[in-house]
């Protein structure tokens, strides 16, 4: 098993910053992608952004690019979002989540990600 925990939301003003950690712990030998996909209220969880914990190659969401970057420490286990020029769409609950892909591709599925977080809240306003 492997477990997420996931810190880092909060409330800011359209245009600022907030960077999202997610911690991994237990069998992480079996995971070889991490992700974030969020849920808006009435909407479903969407793909956010992904990496491939070995090679580091990165896939992100078209109106996230630019803005949003991920990136890991493998001493620590833990993959971070920053994310910039925040705008009142991203909010959100922010999921972490991992999988252990074959050939390492990165999914945007969330039934191909076995582990998830718990969530953490996004606000932005306007």
């Known amino acids: 098993q492997v477990q997420l925990v996931e810190s880092g939301g909060g409330s800011v003003q359209a245009g600022g910053s907030l960077r999202l950690s997610c911690a991994a712990s237990g069998s992480i030998f079996s995971i070889n992608t991490m992700g974030w996909f969020r849920q808006a209220p009435g909407k479903e969880r969407e793909f956010v952004v992904a990496i491939n914990w070995r090679s580091g190659s990165t896939d992100y969401k078209g109106s996230v690019k630019g803005r949003f970057t991920i990136s890991r420490d493998s001493a620590k286990n833990t993959v971070y979002v920053q994310m910039n020029s925040l705008k009142p769409e991203d909010t959100a609950v922010y999921f972490c989540?991992?999988?252990?892909?074959?050939?390492?591709?990165?999914?945007?599925?969330?039934?191909?990600?076995?582990?998830w977080g718990q969530g953490t809240q996004v606000t932005v306003s306007s």
């Open positions: 989540a991992a999988r252990n892909s074959p050939l390492g591709a990165i999914s945007r599925v969330p039934v191909n990600y076995a582990y």
